[in-house]
Structures are given as structure tokens and as C-alpha cells.
């Protein structure tokens, strides 16, 4: 097992911290390492997809889970796989698209390990149909402060407190996951333009569950009239009488591409009002008014910033904050104040993406909950972000709804409560399962989880 002493951030690249890595390659290294952690705790780390600080640990230990990384059993028959938590959904698309599988579900990077998407309960564009990344686990393996290994199923109150638990019930080893079928890895889309929010709203809920996934880009420098504007994409896995002779010949090839990675040094400003504004205006003007039927990868489909490695880097030395938020539905207008509030400050974001949340999954601290999600990336460095951002939780919260904490940088704790009402729950499992704190994060001591 290698040992090194590394600074660590969250995707979004603020708020170094230096831990202690550890890279187990079995799981009797695994616990001997939570068995042998000091004051400061552990925490399990993937591919170091969240975006804040919730997979950092300063001054303790963190467990590198990337070796673990076997898929130990498919079972085509009955729909399932057995796979350490260190296995990425990349991998698992190369494994099981070519048997005409797919995963449960996938959020906007494949890059993040089966670990990593329990912890975060992650969701996709699916949600309405297909839940979050939790309801399709069978059974997993549990870590836990003793050194133990500990089967758990879900209906039970550790596993609740476990999927979109953050990594602070333990370390998740192993798990069994349900996959669904599909006939083929291209995606048959449809696209079409909406003029304002109240038009995108209106043309997303007419869109009903006719496709299983759906979410719309948002241009959020645009302004009186068109403020909201945006293009709604939906997208079905193709069925294969449905492809062109050509493709029909590898029906379930999977080639992600890749163009070259974003230079290591951007300049801070490269990203900044005028560039966004020309971005999203050239964006919003070369989409098309109304298209159907175009086939796209899956790649190109569900994971577009994957094709740029390091895409991360180009907001520039100081990183980038994503502010992710759910209101339900009946509270429309707080999205729309939201979305004016940000339009009107003139906050330069390329990326602000729109979905429909459906029924909540059992987690306790799990993100979504039934109704509108809006994701957007801000550059760290705005004057006063800070301060608006906490304004936008208070409406939030206001609201009924809640901020991601999978992707939370700088969230205050005096919100918490009212976003995440099971919190007293998951922090009476923790208190009794782990009284000493032994799993700690950058994130629960912030945040006081």
C-alpha cells in the first residue's frame, strides 16, 4: 500500500488541505487503516468528482480508493453486478454496454467511482423515472469505525443514512447494483428552443415522461424579455431498428473521444462576462428552434466536459464554485427570482442546467427531492459571491428546498436544518455508530455533520 502526503481540493480547485494518502489494494489494508487513523479521522476518496470539500480531510487521513477497483460478477440474467466501490461508471460502461447493459443511472461526468456515487446518491437526467444512484443498489459492503465489514441492505436505517451520506458512515467496499438493458450505445435526441423561463417551463412539463431523459441549458446573462432562455434536450436510448445500416454493424460500441487537456495555467479572466455572454448567445442562436431524431453517442449525450480533460482548470488558478439547488414544485416563482437575481448581477456561468426532480429516495441527507434543479458554475473569484450565494440559500431554504452538499464549497451551517430535516437522525446513527468521528471531512466539520 503506498503512502504520500498530499494537498487535495474538490473538483472545483479552492480550499486546499493536506492529508495523509493512503492507497490500499485490498480491504484488510482498507481497515487497517481506519483501524490505525489518528486524531484528525479518515475519509474514503475517489476520482475526486465532488466539487467541494467533502472528499478532503486537512491534517488526517484519506483512503484512496481508485485501486479497489474489480468487477467481481454479471449476472445478465437477473440484471446485476458485484464490483468494488473504487470501480469507475467508465469502467462499467465498457464492460457492460458490449453485453447491451447500461448503468442505472449517470450523472454529467462518468468519471466518478460506484463509491463516490452512493456517497453523493447521485442523479441524472433521469430522475422523474429512475430516482438516484441508491435505489438501484442491491446490497453493499460497509467500513465501518470498528474495522468491520458490514453488509447492508437497503430498508435499513444505516443504509439511508449511507447513500448520500457523504462518506461519514464509513467506507464503502463493495456493492451490488441493478443495470438496465438497452439495444444500442448511440441516443436518439430531441432539442428545441425556449424564450424565457416561463416558455421553458411550459414546454418541459408538456414534454411529460415521454422521454426518459431530460434537462435544458440555461442562458443566464440574458436579460428582460429573454431571461431564462434556454434549449431543452431530451434523449431515449436508441432502439436498434431504429439506426442507420451502418451503425447497426457495432450497435454497441462504445468510443468516447477526446480533445486535448485545458492548459494547466488559464488566465483568470478568460472566463469572464464578455466570453460567457458571446458563448451563451452563439449557443442559444446555433441551436436549433426544434429537431428530433438526432443520434448521439452517449458520450456526446450525458457526458460532454468529459471529452476535455482537466476542463476544470479553465476558470483559471483560483477554481470555481457549483451552486446546485432543488425547489419543489409549486414554488416556481422562487426559481424564477433566482434566475433574475442572477441575470440581473450579471454572473458570468457557461454552464446552467435545468431538471425535474421526481419522487425523493430514502437517503437522509440524499440531494434531490420533487421538483426543479438548477446546477450553474461560478468563477470563485466574483466580488461578493460569498455574501449572494447565501442570500440564494435563504430563498432556497425559504422555499422548502435544499442546496447539494456533494457540491457545496461554502455553504453556512445555520441553514442546514431547514434543507435536510432528517440531519438530527444522521447525526444520531453517527453518534452511535462512531462515537470517536472516526470518518471526518473537511465538509462535516464545517458544516457540523
Known sequence: MSVDTVSLTGWGRTAPTTALRFRPRSYEEA?????????????????????????????????DMTALNRVHTIDTRTGTVVCD?????????????????????????????????????????????SGSFSRHVGSLELLTADGEVRTVLPGTALFDATAGGLGLTGVVLAATLRFQPVTSSLMSVD??????????????????????????????????GATGRGIIT????????????????????????????????VPAGLLGRTSAALY????????????????????????????????????????????????????????????????????????????????????????????????????????????????????????GGRVCLAKDARMRPGVLAAMYPRLPEFRALRAELDPGGAFRSDLSRRLSL
Not at 481506519?34 to 488526517?60: I, K
Not at 462499467?92 to 446518491?121: C, K, N, Q, W, Y
Not at 435545468?354 to 466580488?383: C, E, I, M
Request: glycine fraction near 12%.
Open 31 to 63: 481497515a487497517a487503516v481506519v483501524r490505525g487513523r489518528g486524531p484528525r479521522g479518515v475519509l474514503a476518496r475517489g476520482l475526486g468528482r465532488a466539487h467541494g470539500d467533502a472528499a478532503q480531510n486537512a491534517g488526517g487521513s484519506v483512503l
Open 85 to 129: 466501490a473504487g470501480v469507475s461508471l467508465h469502467r462499467l460502461m465498457e464492460v457492460l454496454l458490449p453485453l447491451g447493459r447500461f448503468v442505472p443511472v449517470t450523472p454529467s461526468t462518468r468519471h466518478i467511482t460506484v463509491g463516490g456515487a452512493i456517497g453523493s446518491d447521485v442523479q441524472g437526467r433521469d430522475h422523474r423515472l
Open 191 to 224: 432539442t428545441e428552443r425556449a424564450t424565457d423561463l416561463d416558455d421553458l417551463l411550459a414546454r418541459f412539463t408538456a414534454g411529460g415522461d415521454r422521454h426518459r431523459y431530460a434537462s435544458a441549458w440555461l442562458d443566464l446573462l440574458a436579460r428582460g
Open 234 to 265: 431530451r434523449g431515449e436510448h436508441a432502439p436498434l431498428h431504429t439506426l442507420p445500416a451502418r451503425a447497426r454493424r457495432t450497435p454497441l460500441a462504445f468510443r468516447p473521444g477526446q480533445l486535448p487537456a485545458a492548459p494547466a495555467l
Open 280 to 399: 451563451n448567445e452563439l449557443r442559444f442562436r446555433a441551436a436549433p428552434r426544434s429537431r428530433t431524431g438526432e443520434l448521439q453517442r452517449i458520450p456526446t449525450f450525458f457526458h460532454a466536459l468529459d471529452g476535455v480533460p482537466h476542463w476544470n482548470r479553465l476558470h483559471g488558478r483560483g477554481g470555481f464554485v457549483r451552486y446546485q439547488f432543488v425547489v419543489p414544485y409549486g414554488q416556481e416563482e422562487t426559481l424564477h427570482r433566482v434566475v433574475r437575481r442572477l441575470s440581473t448581477r450579471r454572473c458570468p456561468s457557461f454552464l446552467a442546467v435545468l431538471k425535474r426532480f421526481g419522487r425523493a429516495d430514502p437517503g437522509w441527507l440524499s440531494f434531490p427531492a420533487p421538483g426543479w434543479s438548477l446546477a450553474l458554475d461560478l468563477p470563485v473569484g466574483l466580488p461578493g459571491l460569498g455574501r449572494f450565494l447565501d442570500g440564494l440559500d435563504e430563498e432556497v431554504a425559504a422555499a
